[in-house]
């Protein structure tokens, strides 16, 4: 099987080889932490989201929860809950610590109520199977 001679870096002035995706190892882009793990196509990840929740942060500075300078505009409502993406009513200011507290918190509740509904589900499902080997 024929293979592609080397290539040098695509970075200006680097005479390294290229290694993946035509950069040396040197050069290569650094992954984000996945802190911020954006579905794409849901709004978080746009220009217009990072215009207006920087502008909500500079109208209000401070964490609603600690008083603390405010890093994270946060969804009231959250977006996994059915939360508006761009109503400001359904908006907060927070600072990270308070956020990820926040965060975790709605996580576990719907995680609860996710738990819940299946258990009602498998005893909803026994039941109607009783009733249906119950029948003449």
């Not at 290229?18 to 050069?27: D, L, P, S, V």
């Not at 956020?99 to 589900?121: G, M, P, V, Y």
């Amino acid at each position: 099987m024929p293979t592609r001679a080397p290539m040098r870096c695509s970075v200006l002035d680097c005479d390294e080889l290229a290694t993946n995706r035509g950069r040396c190892a040197e050069h290569q882009r650094k992954r984000k932490s996945g802190a911020h793990r954006v579905i794409p196509g849901d709004g978080r990840n746009t220009a217009r989201w990072r215009t207006e929740s920087t502008q909500y942060l500079r109208t209000n500075p401070r964490c609603r929860v600690c008083d603390g300078p405010a890093t994270v505009v946060d969804h009231i409502v959250e977006l996994a809950d059915s939360g508006a993406m761009w109503d400001h009513a359904n908006w907060s200011p927070l600072c990270s610590p308070c956020h990820d507290r926040k965060t975790r918190q709605a996580a576990l509740k719907r995680a609860t109520r996710l738990t819940t509904l299946r258990h009602q589900d498998r005893n909803t499902e026994t039941l109607a199977s009783q009733l249906w080997n119950q029948l003449p």
